[in-house]
């Protein structure tokens, strides 16, 4: 089957620090979508990514989608306290609503 | 525009009992899908369903589980004599009628503990 790595699993870092996270696959995906999940409530859709190669920026996040459509990775830059949660990579392989998440990386910012 | 709405937001069963959850879409929402995530673990699919069918349960447990969309009212996933490895939080999103994955809102929601 599939297997989907997401890392780093869990990070801590000072408020104002760039953060990377990555996932690779050993699939290829069609889409590569970035969430964030705050304690206790639901995922949030950050960035969507649509074709190998695309880089995408939403604010202090920038996103790209791996030329070989395995892998991605999401950085923040400059780290603010709200940054703290849960982020997962999403990737869809066809299905255009089957999404496979990863483990997740906890971020922590320090203030 | 009410978000996705899910209850209870905690239910807490002891084995054998019967746990029902439930999920109202957004407004103008017709598709509705099912996620489980266990302790410090990503969401997995589970079952997606529209007004009066499922689509496709793939990812739902072949035993104890159902999920229903009526043609009124909210979406019930449904768990029938619960053990304690149901333990988990369920999510329900819902995408307007022209889905695709990036369309996918999720509600907050519930928290199964089983006893």
């Known amino acids: 089957g599939q297997q989907l790595n997401q890392s780093p699993q869990s990070m801590f870092i000072q408020e104002g620090e760039d953060v990377s996270m990555n996932c690779t696959s050993s699939?290829?995906?069609?889409?590569w979508l970035w969430y964030k999940q705050d304690p206790g409530e639901g995922p949030v859709l950050l960035i969507a990514?649509?074709?190998?190669?695309e880089l995408t920026s939403n604010g202090r996040l920038t996103a790209q989608f791996g030329i070989t459509r395995k892998d991605s990775f999401l950085n923040i830059s400059a780290s603010i306290p709200s940054d703290v949660g849960i982020y997962f990579c999403a990737p869809e392989g066809g299905s255009n609503y089957k999404l496979t998440f990863g483990k997740g990386t906890l971020l922590t910012v320090n203030p | 525009n009410a978000g996705v709405m899910q209850n209870p937001r905690h239910l807490v069963r002891r084995r054998g009992q019967e746990a029902r959850l439930r999920c109202s879409p957004m407004?103008?929402?017709?598709?509705v899908y099912w996620y489980r995530q266990l302790p410090e673990e990503g969401l997995k699919f589970m079952v997606y369903l529209q007004k009066e069918n499922i689509i496709d349960e793939s990812g739902m447990p072949k035993e104890r589980f159902s999920a229903e969309f009526p043609k009124e009212g909210p979406s019930i996933l449904r768990i029938q004599q619960v053990v304690r490895g149901d333990s988990a939080a369920y999510f329900c999103?819902?995408?307007?009628?022209?889905?695709?994955?990036?369309?996918?809102?999720f509600g907050p929601g519930t928290r199964l503990t089983v006893l």
């Open positions: 990514l649509y074709k190998a190669g």
């Open positions: 999103a819902s995408s307007p009628p022209a889905t695709s994955t990036d369309t996918q809102y």
């Open positions: 699939s290829i995906f069609n889409t």
């Open positions: 407004k103008g929402h017709s598709h």
